[in-house]
């Protein structure tokens, strides 16, 4: 398939719900935009603790990830954070390592964005190009 990059919108939901109540300036929202690798076979996403820090996020919990290799590690989670890429948005946490951003699945089933392999690139979904649609059982 080839290395599927994209552009993300990463921003501190605590600072926008402060903005909202008047707490903060729209300049204080802490956001950063960062190239991200689409990583189609990790469940959870990944951000470096660098920039965690940058968006001024805290660890939220501990857990145990499993890698490619089959190692398992305890790894540290941060805070629910805003993922924009496109037009489409998502609340999700993400585990603290290595010096990437990698965009995982829970991601992209929450945005309802396919990887195109021909174009090496997200796409919206063709059955729902007008917003996700998250199926409830």
Sequence with gaps: MGEVRTQVKLTNIVD????????????QIRSINTDAMVDTGAVRSVIPMKLMESLGLNINTETIAEFANGSKENVNVCEPMLFEIG???TYDEAFIL??????????????????DC??????????HPEGPVLKIK
Excluded: H, Y
Excluded at 16 to 27: D, I, Q, V
């Design 16 to 27: 926008m719900a402060l903005f909202k109540r008047g707490l903060l300036s729209r300049e």
């Design 87 to 89: 037009d489409r948005q």
């Design 98 to 115: 290595g010096d990437e951003v990698l965009i995982g699945q829970t991601v992209l089933e929450k945005m309802d964005l396919l990887v």
């Design 118 to 127: 021909s174009s090496q690139k997200l796409i919206p979904n063709p059955k």
